[in-house]
């Protein structure tokens, strides 16, 4: 199993332009999220998706917007990049209530 | 999450020495609670986790505390190995809620 498999690993934006993060799980995992982590701080929660056909606004939504494709595949775009948006994201997926998020490895965004 | 700033704390510790890892949690309705590593460049990895009704889980070289009182959380690492270097966060989940992350402490594992 390949887990939480994010695309792409690095990505370089200019200011204005727009990108679609790409995560896919094969665990059959009800929820999946979306965070960003910043230097000396926890990761933040952008979007999350508890079942397939819902999404809801995390603690940092603004500039983003999500897509639960299928069940599998939960996608993170980003309309018009600006220099804020420049962190890692991670997507995570939960199997279900009190059980542990799986990560994948990350993407490096950097927006000039 | 909490913000410290750029800088994380950081744990230096002797190689074979046992470490321990603190981590205090906001939400007294959180009652499930994980440790993750991660090391540079990848993601978090899950390590150890436990539920509000165990005081104490014990893992593979690996033990955690929890002390609903203070709302405290620790992490103990026996006999750390140069491996064990990555940064390491708690995160904790109330019922009907999502995860809160820490924002790390970085454990470096001296020769």
């Known amino acids: 199993n390949a887990g939480v498999t994010q695309t792409p690993k690095f990505q370089v934006l200019k200011t204005g332009q727009s990108m679609t993060l790409q995560c896919a799980q094969d665990m059959n995992h009800n929820s999946m999220y979306w965070y960003r982590q910043d230097p000396g701080m926890g990761l933040r929660l952008i979007y999350y998706?508890?079942?397939?056909?819902?999404?809801d606004k995390g603690e940092v939504p603004n500039g983003y917007n999500v897509s639960r494709l299928n069940k599998r595949e939960f996608s993170l775009r980003l309309e018009s990049a600006a220099p804020s948006q420049t962190s890692v994201y991670f997507c995570?997926?939960?199997?279900?209530?009190?059980?542990?998020?799986?990560f994948g490895q990350g993407t490096r965004l950097t927006v000039v | 999450g909490e913000n410290v700033g750029l800088h994380l704390p950081t744990l230096s510790v002797q190689e074979g020495d046992n470490s321990i890892i603190n981590c205090a949690y906001s939400n007294s309705a959180s009652d499930y609670f994980i440790w993750y590593k991660q090391e540079s460049g990848k993601g978090p990895q899950f390590i150890i986790d436990i539920r509000s009704n165990m005081d104490k889980r014990q893992g593979q070289r690996v033990t955690v505390l929890l002390n609903k009182t203070v709302k405290h959380l620790s992490l103990q690492i026996a006999a750390t190995q140069p491996g064990d270097s990555a940064v390491y966060f708690c995160a904790e989940k109330a019922y009907g809620q999502n995860f809160v992350f820490g924002p790390g402490t970085r454990l470096s594992v001296l020769p």
């Open positions: 995570a997926s939960v199997k279900g209530r009190n059980t542990e998020a799986f």
């Open positions: 998706s508890a079942s397939e056909g819902t999404t």
